[in-house]
């Protein structure tokens, strides 16, 4: 099966650089997803690493050390729209590709 | 452009009734999903369908149909409602490569008495 690890709760204060961790057991991974979501709503893409390395997307960048599984978040100039929580989920192959999402990292962004 | 649609958006059941929660998407993808959350848990996969006419298990099937009605709809069936049942449920909707990024609805919070 698959398990992921990431924080419960993280905060920090308008402005500030946060990285959110995510370490994963699985077998056939093809790759890492971080999704968003707002107070309960629909959760929302972010970024997907298929790849080691780093992958820039405006403000966020997600990063994969696939010999480590191991990946973070990182979220620069944070805005007080950035509290929400945030998902890792990993895409495996068995039979079908389907994603095993994180138990979510609450971010509370402060003034 | 409404992309995943999701009905009802609130429900009230009693232990016992039956009810389907309906899903629709209009991207054209062929590949469809139903998620529960509960409180303090990720998404956890109950049903999905890689494509009109097949559906599998998820990591949650137990208690659940789905029916795939065409490549549009995917709907979510509870024969039998449970309290242990009451959750949020989110139908999602991909295309076919393995990178390609699940799309949301705004989710059925069910509640069962």
């Known amino acids: 099966g698959q398990s992921l690890e990431q924080p419960s709760e993280v905060t920090a204060v308008e402005g500030a650089i946060v990285q959110i961790n995510c370490t994963y057991q699985?077998?056939?991974?093809?790759?890492l997803s971080w999704y968003q979501q707002h107070d309960g709503g629909a959760p929302t893409f972010l970024s997907y690493?298929?790849?080691?390395g780093l992958e820039e997307t405006g403000r966020f960048s997600s990063f994969l050390s696939r010999s480590d599984s191991y990946g973070y978040l990182l979220l620069q100039e944070l805005q007080m729209k950035d509290s929400a929580s945030y998902f890792c989920a990993v895409r495996s192959y068995s039979g079908y590709s389907t994603l095993t999402f994180g138990k979510g990292t609450m971010l509370l962004v402060s003034p | 452009n409404a992309g995943v649609t999701q009905t009802p958006k609130f429900q009230v059941l009693k232990t016992g009734q039956s009810m389907t929660l309906q899903c629709a998407q209009d991207?054209?993808?062929?590949?469809m999903y139903w998620y529960r959350q509960d409180p303090g848990m990720g998404l956890r996969l109950i049903y999905y369908s890689a494509s009109e006419g097949t559906t599998d298990k998820g990591e949650v099937p137990n208690g659940y149909n789905v029916s795939r009605l065409n490549k549009r709809e995917f709907s979510l069936r509870l024969e039998s409602a449970a309290p242990s049942q009451t959750s949020v449920y989110f139908c999602?909707?991909?295309?076919?490569?393995?990178?390609?990024?699940?799309?949301f609805g705004d989710g059925t919070r069910l509640s069962i008495l």
């Open positions: 699985t077998s056939g991974f093809y790759g």
């Open positions: 690493n298929g790849l080691d």
């Open positions: 991207m054209n993808h062929n590949s």
């Open positions: 999602a909707s991909s295309g076919a490569s393995s990178n390609q990024p699940q799309h």
